[in-house]
Each structure stands twice: as structure tokens, then as C-alpha cells.
């Protein structure tokens, strides 16, 4: 009995111990070169603990509750930088601390969801838009979300297992934002996605490039990074921006308000900043850098590869996601009943 | 000809149980980063494997809770079974309805009421809060396999050992336990696995200096699983069975 | 009459006690949540209402509820046909095989249920390891569709709560006394008759403790369902998560956790109910 006591103390002693030059990363997993992050520790001698994360939604409800001895950095994307901004759970940044921000794209900076970068950093982009399998759907034919109404892909068409992503998609095709808040449209939208339901097989965000990788679908929404990845063994997995615009998500870097070191947390921003070191985050990621000065150390593969780094009229085309307040609650509210016909 | 069906049977489960296990030994040596189709063979996953401190670190981590925290809900989940049994007290129906809530509790809301509460206490998140929610969540299972084994007894038994003089104490260390054992085992095996495998509870009770693996693999999913988690679930899928099978020839010889 | 002693009181003290810190008071916190009003700017703000369990009582809660009831139902009603019989065999076997066996059982679920579930969806694919091994065969003409279809929510299901009831059903079998049965046989009971009349009613609290403990969790899973079955429908479990997440409804969550909690406890209350009536008739018949 006291030996398993003894073994338990000992067991948690180390535990509580806790070293002072530590800077907190809260994180998707695999998302950083850990190459990155040991350079960061010898360069600067702060240690990093990296922490993880499975959806924005998990992150900020976790933020929400926690108001000290938190994490320095977290990675929010999009739209929640402009929530958590507005309920007061971000620090402000000091721009004269990150002097690698130049080095940033310009064409990601000043964005509606933190305009002036006032308390976000871009990290990496992308978009989503229409994957299909040219072995059974002819690419050249498909050039507009509403493709995915037609009949013959019954049975064969993905959608993402988000509520704000399929809306997104729905309210394009009708020619509305993406972002929309008014009523009426967001009805017309469901009603138009009710009849694209029978044709849905699956539901997916997690990895909807399986389903395309395992013939069970040949048509639907997908990350343009996931048709990167898929192209390593399938090259027939082909990504389509639709005339109406792809929706584009920018992951950011930010200092939640329960920051230990606020210091370190610049001081790691800034790191990530680096053109050497975005370049190794981005190799490793395979994601598009929001970083130009890294884009440009890129092989040429990689940087000309369209799924990733679109030309300039798709971007302009495109619609960065925004937050939509309150009127997330009617979203939801139809993507039960969609969800439950 | 009963021998055989019944040989078969289990063969069949067991078959069942082992194929999803066997299909990821193979893939640990898919030389495919992303895929769930075969490339071809590598090693390459084994050596990224071992030189992932911080992946390593979370799965130590992982054991370190789940050893702790099965064997605290088994140690009060087998007294409350007992408890429940045995006597009468206040609240008694109040609380066994309470075992069965948190069975069914969803974990989001199960994680999210625990870190207000613990946020409310004053502590902060980190590994004793994560030991407490998983005590807490592998208690009800302890509990529920537990009184299941002692509620087919025979109450006689209980009161013969009082009568011949033991005390509360010592009819549950001598009559009890014995009897009860295999009901502990199965609830701690339960426990173990519940908290080696738990995400949403964790995510939300433990903190930024104590990673652990069920975290970092989910939270993997939006960039592609990593072949290493493969590799890691096939050592650590062999050691378990090594580990059992010598354990088992131990304890035969020793029984011969 | 139990003697007041030590051991009682810390028997009933430390388990009773940390359900009551750990499980009650965070459960007071989410009725709490269920009667306050949602606040945009924060969480939650200190107004009294009903509101959310007005909003919560709609055909479309009821249809979550009632997919999630039948999922969960038919997992427990599978799992238990399929691990009765195994863990009756398993109570038959030599006491060194039976352990090393029993651990051989939950070793697999050692290895995180994600990754299990992956390895299901390679598997049970279009191009998969089963449809090529068929097809090779000569059995199917064509690749079977089983991956996103109810087929292969319920192996997913099974196959991840199938321990919940091995385990508990193993811990009633093994103390089956053999002299009931061989005292039943020869009187000349048939052994269909010393099934249901003996073994069945005597490991009924195993086979009670196995159906809780396999349709309680069952209820509230969503994740295996949706990576199996393709999302299509919804659950309770991705009803309320989206609650507490997508819209930051916390109140709604709540109030949806608290009717969930109700339902079934009315639930619970039929089933003893109406086991008691048939299980005191099948003790009677034994002795």
C-alpha cells in the first residue's frame, strides 16, 4: 500500500514542476515543422509547449472559459478571429514587436474579420471549392456549384460536415454572400440544398478527400489542400474554382486574453514570420504560406499548383468567410431539419 | 461437434476483433503519408516513431492517466458498489440514479460543466483536473459491473461471516473482495480503456502542460493522420500482447 | 442490523462523496445553464426562463431523439446476442486460457477508436479489402456497398462498445454454479428449459449491467456513426455539440441534456417496470 503510494507521488511530482521560459502553443496538430519549433528553442531558449486542438468551435469554447495561466499563441481561423475579438478574448498586438510582418502577402492583410491586423497574423489560406474524379466526371463540365445539382451524380456527390460551409456553398449558386444574414435567403438556400440531399452519400470535413480516394464519391466540396495531398497517389482527383466564387479560410495567429508571457508569445509570431521559417512550416504543412517571401523560395511544383495558390481573378472571385453574429442560430436551425429529413 | 461450434464461435469474434487491428499493423508500413490505400513498404514510420519526443511524451502521459485513474474509480467504484448493496443510507436512490446520468451524459456537456466547475474551485487546468474527470467518467462502469457481480449473491454469506464475529471490515477484505474480483478486473480493464481513449472530456479538463495522445490524434484529422500513430498503435499493440502472453505462461507454470 | 463502523462509513463516504463533488454539482450547473437566457456577448446571462425548453420540444429535437434511440437500441440488442453466447463459452474454458483469453478480448480497444474506425473504412470500402477479397472469390459480381450505409454504423457501433457488455456479462456468468444446471438435467429439463428458466434469470443482473452500459453511451455517440454512415442524419450527440459549439447556445445544449437525461429515466422506469413483473415470474419457476 505505501509503495503504491510512494510510486504514485513520484509519478505526479514531476508533473507540477514547471519551468519559467515556456511559451504556450495551442495548435492543430502536425501544423508546425517541429523542426520550427526546436530552432525557435535554441535561438531563443524559450521552451515550447505545444498543445492541440480538433476544430475552431472546441477552441473557443475553451477559450471562453479559461481566464488565466492559459496558452500565449493559439491559431484561430477566420471568422472566430472576429468573434473572439469582439468578446474581449484577444490581446491586442504590438506590430513594433514583429517586425517580420513585412514579409507578409499583402493580399491576406487588413481583412474585414481584423481589419489593421490589430489582433491576428495570418498563418496559412486556402480555400474550399469542387473536387471531382475525372475518371468518371469530365472536369471541362463542371464549372458552377450548381453542377452538383445535377441528377447524374446521384448518390455521388460529397458534402462537408459544416454548417457554415454548406450554406456557403447553397447561397453562391443563388448568387447571395456567403456569408449572408438575411431570412428569406437562408430559407431559399436550404429549400435549393433539400433537393441536392437524396444525391448527398456523405457528409464529411474531417478528410473529404477519402471518400473521393475510395470511389465512394466522384463530385462535391473539398479543401484545395486535401486535392494536393490526394494528387500524391490519385491524379485524376481535379479541383474546380465555380464561377460563383470558392470560400477562402485564413488560419491566424493570435494572443488569447489568458496569455502567460505575453513577450514570448511575440517573440514567436515574430519567429513564424520569418521567411526561412515559414518555408520549412509550409514544405511540412503543405498549405498555402501567407508569407511571400517564402512563397517565392518555393519549387516551382508546388507554387504554380493551382489547388493550393490560385490565380488572382479566383481569389477576387472568392469570399473570404466573416462572421455572421447572431443569425448563426437560424443556420443551425435549418441545418437540423436538412440534417434530420 | 458442441466443442467445435463453440470453438469456432470465438474464433469468429476474436476474428472480428483483430482484423481492424491487423489491417493497421500492415498499413504501418504503407509508404503512403495520407493514404488508406497501399503504396508500398517502408520502415520509415518506426524511425519517425521514436524520434517524436513530443509524441511519446503525450503517450506516457496517456498511460500515466489511465493506470491512475482506472485504479482510483476501481477502488471507489468497488466500495460504492458495496456500499449500494449492502446498506441503507440517505440519498442512496438519489446518488445510484447519478451513476446512471453520467453514463449517459454527453461528453461535450460533460466536459464543459467540469471545467467551469473547476474553473470556479480556482484550480487550473493541467493533470490533476484531467485524473479527477477521468476518475470521475470510468467510476459509473466500475460501479454498474461491480454491483452486477455482487446482486447475485447470496446475502447469507455476509451474515454468517458476521456471525461468526468478523467486522464490517474484515467480511469485505476476506468474503467480499474474493468474491468479488472478477467483477473488479472486468471494470478496471473498462476503466483503462475508457480513459486511454477519451478526447472531448480531456480536451476541456486538461491543460496546456499536459498534452496526451487521444488529443494530438484527433486533432490530426483535418491534416491527414500521420502513418506514425500507426506504427505507435502497432507497438504498442504488440507489447500489450507480449505482454500478456508471458504473463499467462508465468502463471500457468506457477499454478502447475 | 448493520453495526455502525468505520469501514461503513468511509464505504459509503468515498464514493458517495465524489459523485456528489464531481457528478452533482457540475450536473446542478447544466439544469442551471437550462433555465438561464443565452447572452451573444458572454455565455450566459442571469434571466430566469422557459424559453429553451419551449424551443427544445420541436418535431425536429424529436426525430434526433428518436434516431438516437433506435441506434442505440439496436446496438444493445446486437451486442448482447453476439456476446452472450461468447461469454458463456468463455465462463466454459480452463481458468488459465479463460483469463489470457479475456485479455485477449480488450487489447484491440487499446488502440484509439479513430484510428479503429479508419482501419473499418479500409475495410469496408467500394475499392476495400473485403469487396476485393470477394470479388476475387468469385462471390459478388460487383463491389457491395456497405461503407456509409446503417450496415456499417452497426459494426462500428458494435464493434467499439462489444466489451461493455463481454465484460460485465463474464463477471455474472463466471459464478453460475454448474450444480443448478446439472441438478435441472437430471431431473430431465431440456436445455432450452435450463436456459431460460436458470441460466437466463441468474445472470440477469449481468445482462442488465452489459444493456445499460452499452445503450447509455450509445445515446450520446455520434462520431463513429458519422465517419461510418456518412452523416447523413442527425444525433442527439451532434444535436447537442452543435449547440454548445456552432451556435454557443449553451442554455439550448443544456436544456436538450436535461430532456435527454428525463426520457430516459422514463425509459428506465418501464423497463424495470415490466422486468420485475417477468423476472420474479421466472424465479418462481426455479425454485
Known amino acids: 500500500m505505501k509503495r503504491t503510494l510512494v510510486l504514485f507521488v513520484m509519478l505526479f511530482l514531476p508533473l507540477g514542476a514547471q519551468a519559467s521560459e515556456e511559451v504556450y502553443v495551442f495548435n492543430w496538430s502536425q501544423y508546425i515543422d517541429p523542426a520550427v519549433l526546436e530552432l525557435f528553442e535554441k535561438e531563443t531558449g524559450i521552451k515550447v509547449k505545444y498543445s492541440t486542438f480538433e476544430s475552431n468551435e472546441a477552441l473557443f469554447a475553451k477559450l471562453k472559459i479559461l481566464k488565466k495561466d492559459g496558452y500565449d499563441v493559439a491559431f484561430p481561423s477566420t471568422y472566430f478571429v472576429e468573434r473572439m475579438r469582439r468578446l474581449g478574448m484577444l490581446k491586442p498586438l504590438d506590430h513594433n514587436k514583429l517586425p517580420n510582418m513585412k514579409n507578409l502577402n499583402p493580399d491576406l492583410l487588413n481583412k474585414p474579420y481584423d481589419p489593421d491586423n490589430a489582433y491576428s497574423i495570418p498563418y496559412m489560406w486556402g480555400s474550399s471549392a469542387i473536387g471531382v474524379n475525372a475518371k468518371a466526371v469530365d472536369p471541362a463540365s463542371i464549372t458552377s456549384w450548381n453542377d452538383l445539382w445535377n441528377p447524374a451524380y446521384k448518390g455521388k456527390v460529397l458534402l462537408m460536415d459544416d454548417v457554415r460551409d454548406v450554406f456557403a456553398m447553397s447561397l453562391r449558386s443563388l448568387g447571395y454572400s456567403g456569408n449572408d444574414t438575411n431570412h428569406e435567403h437562408l430559407k431559399e438556400a436550404y429549400e435549393k440544398l433539400l433537393k441536392l440531399k437524396p444525391s448527398v452519400k456523405v457528409f464529411n470535413s474531417d478528410s473529404p478527400k477519402q471518400p473521393f480516394l475510395n470511389n465512394e464519391v466522384v463530385i462535391g466540396q473539398i479543401w484545395g489542400g486535401e486535392v494536393y495531398q490526394a494528387n500524391e497517389e490519385n491524379p485524376n482527383i481535379m479541383y474546380i474554382y465555380p464561377k460563383e466564387g470558392a470560400t477562402f479560410w485564413v488560419d491566424n495567429m493570435v494572443i488569447p486574453a489568458s496569455t502567460r508571457n505575453i513577450d514570448y508569445a511575440h517573440a514567436f509570431i515574430d519567429f513564424m514570420c520569418r521567411p526561412d521559417v515559414a518555408k520549412m512550416n509550409c514544405e511540412y504543412v503543405g498549405y498555402a504560406t501567407a508569407n511571400v517571401e517564402a512563397q517565392k523560395m518555393l519549387d516551382e511544383k508546388t507554387r504554380n499548383h493551382k489547388a493550393v495558390y490560385p490565380d488572382k481573378v479566383d481569389i477576387d472571385r472568392g469570399e473570404f468567410q466573416a462572421d455572421v453574429g447572431e443569425t448563426i442560430i437560424i443556420y443551425e436551425k435549418y441545418w437540423e431539419m436538412l440534417k434530420t429529413q | ?256 | 442490523m448493520v453495526r455502525k463502523s468505520r469501514f461503513r462509513n468511509f464505504a459509503i463516504g468515498s464514493p458517495m462523496l465524489w459523485i456528489a463533488i464531481f457528478v452533482v454539482v457540475p450536473y446542478i450547473i447544466v439544469v442551471l445553464f437550462s433555465f438561464l437566457t443565452r447572452d451573444p456577448e458572454g455565455i450566459v446571462r442571469w434571466e430566469f426562463t422557459l424559453a429553451n425548453y419551449r424551443e427544445i420540444i420541436s418535431p425536429v429535437f424529436l426525430r434526433v431523439c428518436k434516431n438516437s434511440f433506435i441506434l442505440a437500441l439496436g446496438t444493445t440488442a446486437i451486442t448482447l446476442l453476439t456476446a452472450y453466447p461468447f461469454a458463456y463459452i468463455l465462463t466454459r474454458i480452463d481458468e488459465n486460457i479463460r483469463r489470457f483469453l479475456l485479455l485477449l478480448m480488450i487489447i484491440p480497444f487499446w488502440t484509439s477508436s479513430l484510428i479503429r474506425t479508419y482501419a473499418l473504412i479500409i475495410l469496408l470500402k467500394a475499392n476495400g479489402i473485403l469487396n476485393t477479397l470477394l470479388l476475387s472469390l468469385g462471390l459478388i459480381d460487383e463491389p457491395l456497398s456497405i461503407l456509409y450505409t446503417e450496415t456499417a454504423v452497426f459494426i462500428g457501433l458494435v464493434y467499439t462498445l462489444l466489451p461493455f457488455m463481454i465484460l460485465p456479462l463474464y463477471a455474472s456468468l463466471q459464478k453460475l454454479d454448474r450444480s443448478f444446471i446439472e441438478a435441472a438435467r437430471d431431473l430431465g429439463a431440456t436445455s432450452r428449459h435450463v436456459f431460460f428458466h436458470i441460466v437466463l434469470p441468474l445472470t440477469l443482473p449481468g445482462i442488465i449491467a452489459g444493456s445499460t452500459m452499452v445503450f447509455l453511451p450509445a445515446l450520446g455517440l455520434f462520431y463513429i456513426p458519422d465517419l461510418l454512415g456518412g452523416a447523413r442524419s442527425m444525433l442527439i450527440g451532434n444535436f447537442i455539440k452543435n449547440q454548445f459549439l456552432t451556435t454557443g447556445h449553451w442554455p439550448l445544449g443544456s436544456a436538450a441534456c436535461v430532456i435527454l437525461t428525463l426520457l430516459m429515466f422514463m425509459l428506465l422506469l418501464w423497463y424495470f417496470i415490466s422486468t420485475r413483473k417477468a423476472h420474479s415470474g421466472g424465479m418462481e419457476t426455479v425454485r
Open chain 2, 1 to 256: 461437434m458442441k466443442r467445435i461450434f463453440q470453438s469456432a464461435y470465438l474464433f469468429f469474434i476474436y476474428l472480428f476483433l483483430y482484423i481492424p487491428i491487423l489491417i493497421l499493423v500492415v498499413y504501418s508500413f504503407n509508404t503512403s503519408r495520407f493514404s488508406t490505400n497501399w503504396q508500398g513498404f517502408t520502415l520509415n514510420w518506426y524511425r519517425v516513431l521514436f524520434t517524436d519526443g513530443p509524441l511519446m511524451e503525450a503517450f506516457a502521459n496517456s498511460l500515466i492517466i489511465a493506470l491512475s485513474s482506472s485504479t482510483i474509480a476501481t477502488v471507489l467504484g468497488t466500495l460504492g458498489a458495496f456500499a449500494f448493496y449492502r446498506y441503507r443510507f440517505l440519498g442512496r436512490q438519489i446518488m445510484y440514479s447519478f451513476v446512471y446520468i453520467l453514463m449517459m451524459s454527453p461528453d461535450i456537456v460533460m466536459g464543459i460543466s467540469l471545467l467551469l466547475f473547476f474553473i470556479t474551485l480556482g484550480l487550473s487546468v493541467g493533470a490533476v483536473t484531467l485524473l479527477l474527470a477521468h476518475v470521475t467518467f470510468c467510476l459509473p462502469f466500475v460501479m454498474v459491473t461491480v454491483y452486477a457481480r455482487i446482486s447475485g449473491f447470496d446475502r447469507n454469506i455476509i451474515d454468517v461471516a458476521k456471525d461468526l464475529g468478523a467486522s464490517e471490515l474484515q467480511m469485505f477484505r476476506h468474503v467480499m473482495l474474493p468474491m468479488l474480483m472478477p467483477g473488479i478486473i472486468a471494470g478496471w480493464l473498462l476503466s483503462f480503456t475508457l480513459s486511454l481513449d477519451d478526447v472531448i472530456v480531456s480536451f476541456f479538463t486538461t491543460g496546456p502542460s499536459f498534452e496526451i495522445l487521444p488529443l494530438k490524434i484527433y486533432s490530426m484529422v483535418r491534416l491527414g493522420i500521420k502513418p506514425e500513430i500507426n506504427a505507435l498503435s502497432a507497438v504498442m499493440f504488440l507489447v500489450s500482447l507480449f505482454t500478456v502472453t508471458i504473463a499467462h505462461f508465468i502463471i500457468a507454470k506457477e499454478n502447475r
